[in-house]
């Protein structure tokens, strides 16, 4: 089975902080994603990685960044933490071949505060 | 023009029932598509994926695919009370290319 975890279940903040999200998959996925889910809002895609250092923006990259300097890994980062980033954080992983599913992790509940 | 849309509902369905879900998106060059089914506070969890035209049956699921329309949909056969959840239909473009969300379809299934 697909395994893809993140580090943290729940993470309170302070306004203004730098905040990392780490998300490691054990299948040797090629493609990586973060979305955030906001009630209403459905899940928003903030950035995908499709390759070790390759990274595309996608819908909402404002104020957000990203790492993939391992395939396995793939980081989002709050460069400055704001009350609206305050949302459920998804990291999900697909093979890049043929079937293209992505697979979940957890989730990151942020609160900023 | 949001590129994947669905109807946010509630959508409530009698237990035994057939529950039908839709799904329109923008974008002639999907080539993927998904449906996932998320309980509240847990992750989306696949459910079923098509990718050419027609239907593809999987138990209870049925996914029905038109691209001409830009359409897709979920069926549930005989809904049970563990149905009930929200219901996220997903695009992507190619397998490296990034996949899009709706906002999902809160389905009841009422006893």
């Known amino acids: 089975d697909v395994k893809v975890t993140q580090s943290s279940r729940y993470l309170v903040k302070r306004t203004g902080e730098k905040v990392f999200l780490e998300c490691v998959q054990d299948?040797?996925?090629?493609?990586m994603f973060w979305y955030r889910q906001d009630p209403g809002l459905g899940l928003r895609l903030i950035y995908f990685?499709?390759?070790?250092?390759?990274?595309e923006k996608g819908d909402i990259p404002e104020g957000y960044s990203v790492s993939r300097e391992k395939k396995e890994r793939f980081s989002l980062i709050l460069e400055s933490a704001s009350t609206n980033q305050t949302s459920m954080y998804l990291c999900?992983?697909?093979?890049?071949?043929?079937?293209?599913?992505?697979?979940f992790g957890q989730g990151t509940r942020l609160t900023v505060v | 023009q949001k590129e994947v849309e669905q109807n946010s509902g509630p959508l409530s369905v009698p237990e035994g029932a057939i529950a039908s879900l839709n799904c329109t998106y923008s974008?002639?060059?999907?080539?993927?598509f998904f449906w996932y089914r998320q309980y509240s506070g847990k992750s989306p969890e696949l459910i079923m994926s098509?990718?050419?035209?027609g239907d593809k049956e999987d138990g209870r699921f049925t996914a029905q695919l038109n691209k001409a329309s830009q359409y897709v949909s979920l069926l549930i056969r005989d809904s049970q009370p563990s149905d009930s959840a929200t219901y996220l239909c997903?695009?992507?473009?190619?397998?490296?290319?990034?996949?899009?969300f709706g906002s999902g379809t809160r389905l009841s299934i009422r006893p």
């Open positions: 974008d002639r060059g999907s080539q993927s």
């Open positions: 997903a695009v992507s473009y190619s397998s490296a290319s990034k996949i899009i």
């Open positions: 999900a992983s697909s093979l890049g071949t043929g079937n293209t599913e992505a697979f």
């Open positions: 098509i990718y050419s035209n």
């Open positions: 990685s499709y390759d070790v250092k390759m990274k």
């Open positions: 299948m040797d996925h090629e493609n």
